[in-house]
């Protein structure tokens, strides 16, 4: 095939399902679709490989294939699969990442040959189960979570099937809005077998097949290519559950990336058991969480499609956290253990790719670790009955890299397009009143480059006395948007919520109080998952979300470029001095305090305990160097290949660990943020370079497990 041609029809397979999506935006009706684009298109192989996503949720695009396969697998010889027919599915056992994902998928037909598939997928205000939203906190197995629709025809041959239509409808407690949801999925679908079949029309089924085939191929060559150039090497990354949907425990899910040539493998086989509550995920959440980590991280200028999936193994046992099995309820898998395996997959990706010098840039400190589901409902403002998420959870800090500062709101790894409704969006639609939306101030982690900042607002009922509500999110009390290379981690979610408090009386006097400090009130305070909740007239919360993960010490940060971000609210003048080590007289850095105090802060890194027999020795690098952290290096042509810090600090060979050799120190919360906590079962470890004092590396680990080997290399 000629470029040009393939060229042409590819850019129009791309313009095809980015206004498939513009349909499905423009046609529902829903905010998590319209705002949050909770949702994702594509079109697909036969087979049900990816051939093209659209730039939405990440997670949808990596379960989609397996949803195709779950189609063709038990539909093909009992109920057909034929020219005029959609099949719908919210089965997480068969595709799906939760109940609410709600998947459409239309094959199309070409002089009666199946060439491909179109698909949408939406997240849907509410399809039944325990709780208005289908967020269930207090669910023990998936029938509890709502209507489980496996594979199921809900059109056939280009009719709808009413009695299927109303089965699904009559499970909702919004079946308007449900209803709306589905007309869009259907109205994106045929726009993208439309498109799809007029450009079979010009150019050929067997052309538009080879370009859709090439696509993938190139993409999986390219990917390969990179893997290929990488150092053959193992990479771990570890984080906790602190709540199990049902109450305050610990359970680990960890990675062990193994990259050999052109492959990488995702093995998360020392990873908990299975939760008894609803955070879990199957495979296809296991899928989508390590698809969207690698998307961005190694495959940023390579077009996404399953070609580049064909380089990568993922695999997990049966039975656990990222792999439940049936019945285990998964109803907040994408903010559960799918952004976990997220987080997870790109904290090794990036510590990884940290050691080669194309693709240091990509590397990045944990962004918006997992997000707070706030879904409310009852009655409005306007007397009808209502429901749907506050949509500003999606706006938690971006990771730092290399060479800046993450991106303030910038929203969750997996959504490119996260965007959250404004304030009086917000008022309009729900019966709430802003007290304020600002900067989540000290919520990005330090470092030379800090996470960026999370937004924080506080609000109460408005025009409404009671208001039912689901507030669930982990990481309470586990900072899982890490840090890298001895950044810190960013913020943890914070929720307050003052009981009758005397704000009205506060407005009344003329008087914006902004958050609830000073309210008088039951201050209730949250370390966990809040769960099920009924927010009543005179309550007001305060909330506020994960902070980005920073990047290398934070002693390295330049003093001016602190000083702008407390001028901008994102640092305060306190976190400047504690966490920099910055000192400010006024407006203005005071350079003799500041160095003194950054000079004292090495020193006492440097009288942190060493494990017995720990020595180090100074030398100087050979130029033969790789730069694997922001001061840590693997120096080639010594007696044998070494890590070292760049001051010149060998602290052990390379096949070797290299934290027994460092200074070392148990920090607590305080040393870590000004709004982060720590589940009482975990602790977080400092790591220094005996030499000259650099924070080499922070680890939060679990007071059971053993410091993590992060990075080791394959012999030879």
Not at 561 to 570: E, I
Request: hydrophobic share 40%.
């Amino acid at each position: 095939m000629d470029i040009v041609t393939y060229e042409v029809i590819r850019n129009r397979l791309t313009a095809i399902v980015a206004q498939q999506s513009a349909v499905l935006k423009n046609v529902s009706g829903s905010p998590l679709v319209t705002e949050a684009n909770d949702c994702n298109t594509g079109v697909y192989l036969a087979t049900g490989e990816v051939v093209a996503m659209g730039p939405h949720n990440l997670f949808h695009s990596g379960s989609m294939e397996t949803v195709v396969d779950h189609i063709i697998t038990d539909c093909t010889d009992t109920i057909g699969i034929e020219d005029g027919d959609v099949f719908i599915t919210n089965d997480p056992y068969k595709g799906a990442l939760h109940m609410p994902d709600v998947t459409m998928l239309e094959p199309v037909f070409f002089d009666g040959e199946r060439i491909g598939w179109v698909g949408t997928c939406a997240h849907v205000l509410d399809i039944g189960g325990m709780t208005p939203s289908s967020w269930s906190p207090t669910a023990r197995e998936i029938y509890q979570e709502g209507l489980v629709l496996p594979p199921t025809k809900i059109i056939e041959g280009g009719r709808t099937r009413q009695d299927v239509w109303n089965l699904i409808l009559a499970a909702s407690r919004l079946p308007a809005n449900l209803g709306l949801d589905l007309k869009a999925m259907i109205a994106a679908n045929t726009h993208a077998k439309h498109g799809l079949l007029k450009l079979v029309e010009r150019y050929g089924a067997d052309t538009v097949r080879t370009v859709m085939t090439t696509m993938l191929d190139r993409s999986e060559a390219l990917v390969r290519e990179r893997l290929a150039a990488l150092p053959d090497a193992v990479s771990r990354a570890r984080s906790y559950f602190d709540h199990n949907g049902h109450e305050s425990t610990l359970a680990r899910i960890e990675v062990e990336l193994r990259k050999d040539g052109d492959r990488l493998v995702f093995d998360y086989a020392n990873t908990a058991e299975q939760l008894p509550g609803f955070f879990n995920c199957t495979m296809s959440g296991l899928r989508g969480g390590v698809f969207s980590s690698i998307l961005p991280l190694l495959a940023h200028d390579i077009p996404w499609n399953s070609g580049v999936m064909r380089a990568i193994e993922v695999a997990a046992p049966e039975g656990t956290i990222v792999n439940a099995k049936h019945p285990a309820p998964c109803g907040a898998a994408t903010v559960g253990a799918t952004a976990m395996v997220c987080n997870t997959a790109s904290a090794a990706v990036s510590t990884l790719v940290s050691a080669d010098a194309a693709l240091r840039t990509e590397a990045r400190g944990g962004t918006t670790g997992g997000l707070m589901v706030c879904h409310i409902a009852g009655r409005n403002q306007y007397g009808e009955r209502f429901g749907g998420a506050m949509t500003e959870v999606l706006a938690g800090g971006g990771g730092a890299n290399v060479r800046t500062d993450g991106v303030d709101y910038r929203g969750p790894h997996e959504i490119l397009t996260a965007q959250f409704n404004n304030v009086e969006g917000e008022e309009s639609i729900f019966p709430v009143l802003y007290l304020g939306r600002y900067a989540n101030t000290d919520g990005g982690g330090a470092g030379r480059h800090h996470g960026g900042v999370s937004v924080a607002s506080s609000f109460m009922l408005h025009q409404t006395d009671s208001m039912h509500a689901v507030m669930a999110g982990h990481s309470m009390s586990m900072p899982s948007t890490y840090g890298v290379h001895g950044g810190l981690p960013g913020s943890t979610h914070q929720v307050t919520i003052v009981r009758g408090s005397d704000i009205a009386e506060h407005l009344a006097a003329g008087r914006n109080p902004v958050t609830s400090a000073g309210l008088a009130g039951s201050r209730e305070v949250f370390t966990g998952s809040p769960g099920e909740l009924m927010f009543h007239a005179g309550d007001v919360i305060d909330w506020s979300f994960h902070g980005g993960g920073g990047w290398g010490d934070p002693l390295d940060a330049d003093p001016d470029a602190v000083l702008a971000d407390v001028r901008a609210g994102r640092i305060s003048v306190d976190g400047a001095e504690r966490f920099y080590r910055v000192v400010l007289g006024g407006d203005a850095v005071d350079v003799e305090a500041t160095e003194r105090k950054r000079r004292q802060t090495r020193a006492e890194r440097m009288s942190w305990m060493r494990a017995p027999g720990a020595h180090c020795v100074q030398a100087r690098l050979p130029e033969n160097t790789t730069r694997i952290g922001d001061h840590l290096v693997l120096a080639r042509g010594l007696d044998c290949a070494v890590y070292a810090c760049d001051c010149g600090t060998v602290l052990a060979p390379v096949a070797q660990g290299w934290k027994q050799q460092a200074c070392q120190a148990e920090l607590g919360e305080q040393d870590l943020g000004a709004k982060v906590r720590l589940h009482p079962g975990l602790r977080a470890d400092g790591y220094a370079c005996p030499g000259c004092g650099a924070l080499l590396a922070v680890e939060v680990r679990s007071r059971e497990d053993a410091p993590l080997r992060e990075l080791e290399f394959t012999a030879g």
